[in-house]
């Protein structure tokens, strides 16, 4: 059972559609980290939410953390292909900073 | 340059082989961390240093695994006599310490055993 849980696994929309995607625990966490990977490469960091209620924005990107720090969402507003990729939530497990990942989901956005 | 750098890029050997993989971080950070990757699946913790030394370990899956760190930056991610299971991305991070530092990834290796 992972620690953080991703849904949808798997999004497959048309361009200019919007999407979102979440990420669930039972366990609290002091942040959680939101990355993007494309293939062949590692995943690249795109923001980081610390309170509780916090929202975050990124051009079309909207992040959000739940009030109670167990969950948080991603919401992308009028996808382009550009924003094809897996993405990932992470959250740090201990002061060692090492992080538990979701299982990622993985975003296709059709021209 | 100046991110975390991996290599090799892809290795492909038989089973029962050793292969080390090597981390270059990015220069003055002290923390780095080893995870691996499934197909297509989150990222799973394999070992974090601080400098030198590492404090936790716990993710390694077998004593076929070990890691060093020399000289507070390269370091090395050793698996000796491979299984087919252990084919994966494996990805090395670096940060500038603990908390909530952000974690720099290189690209990883690709690493498939026949």
């Known amino acids: 059972t992972q620690l953080l849980e991703q849904s949808p696994q798997f999004l497959s929309i048309q361009e200019g559609e919007n999407l979102t995607v979440y990420c669930n625990s039972s366990?609290?966490?002091?942040?959680l980290q939101w990355y993007r990977q494309e293939p062949g490469e590692g995943p690249v960091l795109l923001v980081t939410v610390v309170t509780g209620g916090e929202v975050k924005k990124l051009k079309r990107l909207t992040f959000q953390f739940g009030d109670a720090r167990k969950d948080s969402s991603l919401h992308i507003t009028a996808a382009q292909p550009g924003d094809t990729g897996l993405y990932l939530c992470?959250?740090?497990?201990?002061?060692?900073?090492?992080?538990?990942f979701g299982g990622g989901t993985r975003v296709l956005v059709k021209p | 340059g100046a991110g975390v750098s991996q290599s090799p890029s892809n290795k492909v050997t038989e089973k029962g082989k050793d292969v080390e993989l090597r981390c270059d971080p990015i220069?003055?950070?002290?923390?780095l961390y080893w995870y691996r990757q499934s197909l297509g699946q989150g990222l799973e913790f394999l070992i974090y240093?601080?400098?030198?030394?590492?404090?936790?370990k716990s993710g390694l899956p077998s004593d076929r695994f070990s890691a060093e760190r020399t000289g507070g930056s390269v370091s090395t991610l050793t698996i000796q006599r491979t299984q087919q299971e252990d084919s994966a991305v494996y990805l090395c991070?670096?940060?500038?310490?603990?908390?909530?530092?952000?974690?720099?990834f290189g690209d990883g290796t690709r690493l498939s055993i026949l």
């Open positions: 992470a959250g740090p497990r201990d002061a060692g900073n090492k992080l538990t």
């Open positions: 240093f601080q400098g030198n030394s590492a404090p936790d």
């Open positions: 991070a670096s940060s500038s310490g603990q908390g909530s530092q952000p974690q720099h």
């Open positions: 366990s609290v966490f002091s942040s």
């Open positions: 220069s003055g950070h002290t923390a």
